[in-house]
């Protein structure tokens, strides 16, 4: 019998006929661990037992711990998919969450031919890695572009232990999708930049994060189709830097809209203009993956469809930095002389959601 404490139970409803295919996300990237037939509803027994332990083995050799994150993808006999994430906490297991598929049709899958004939379970239903790349790199996560007059300051912390979650963004058939639930990352160390800026000049603060490709070949009810996500596995706080001029190889999301912050008149007694993360309405912000959809596109990874349709919609990774209490800090101060007006701007980013950037410009 699986040890209690490792259960964790889905509900899966109004489903129809369909195959489910479980993954779960591991220290290396997802793997998958289940297979089940269903019929409109069914309540799914996992044992994570052995997931948690390849967490904290992780988390001992590299200070670095995930909360559970399961992948669920649905098949209808008549050719329709719905991709779903669950995530669960290891303190709150056993644990029961509820999925309602959200099919669509598929419209580019192209017809499996075997060569024979075999009624079996693992040759009607198949799912398989094919192919997975990591890369590195520093990605942004604040600027300011200020006015010739303004000057400020500027900082980023990240505190040890407290949850980041990471969004999954899956390319099915024909559509990037953003999953429901977050790689959620806890690090067992802190780390911290921050910086003052002259009058004028631009200043970036940026974090060294590993980005992960996975692509998974799928046949079901005859048809075959890859299902290709791109994510953030890891981030690495003590690597936060800053500077007047940023790494080439790091970038913000695209800035779809500029939001207004206001028209301010400087007393050069205090900053005209402060910015705290911690009053922030929202708990999500974006970072950038449309860097390392070109390093996929480079090194000949990503699927031409999946590669055209990111750009088309600027793709990012959307973090969530409240989960209980916010795991980081940010601060930006302006100043400039006396009676000076300013007008202050803060970006956004829209592909599948909309989330804010610490991305300003002063005019």
Known sequence: MPYIMNLALINVQDSGEAHVFISALYPEGFRQIAEYD???NRRIVLDLGELRKAWMDEYKKNKRLSQPLVL????????KVSVEAVGFDW?????SKTVTP???PLKNASNASTGKTDSTQSQRHRR?????Y???????????TPDSSTSGYISYTYFPELKVGFSVNAFVDSEWVRLGSYNIIQKGEGGKHAGSFGTGTPYYIWMNVTYRYEKWRVSSGGRVWHE??????????????????????AQTPPIDRWVDEGVYESTNVIGYYAFN??????????????????ALEDTGKISRAAAEKANIIGIFIDVRFEYGMKAFDFDLALYSNRQETHHVWMGESTDTTTAPVLCFRVE
Do not use: C, H
Not at 128 to 132: A, I, Q
Not at 134 to 144: D, F, H, N
Not at 229 to 247: C, H, Q, W
């Open 228 to 249: 290709e996500y791109v994510y953030i596995k890891d981030a690495y706080p003590d690597t936060l830097r800053g500077g007047t001029s940023k790494p080439p190889e």
């Open 72 to 79: 669920l993808t649905i098949v209808t006999e008549d050719g």
């Open 91 to 95: 303190d709150e297991l056993p644990q």
């Open 128 to 132: 398989t890695l094919v192919d997975s």
């Open 134 to 144: 990591e890369w590195t790199a520093p990605v942004i996560v604040a600027q300011v």
């Open 102 to 104: 959200k099919f669509r």
């Open 38 to 40: 269903v019929k409109n």
């Open 277 to 294: 993360i911690w009053g922030m309405g929202a708990d999500n912000i974006a970072v950038d993956a449309l860097k390392f959809i070109e």
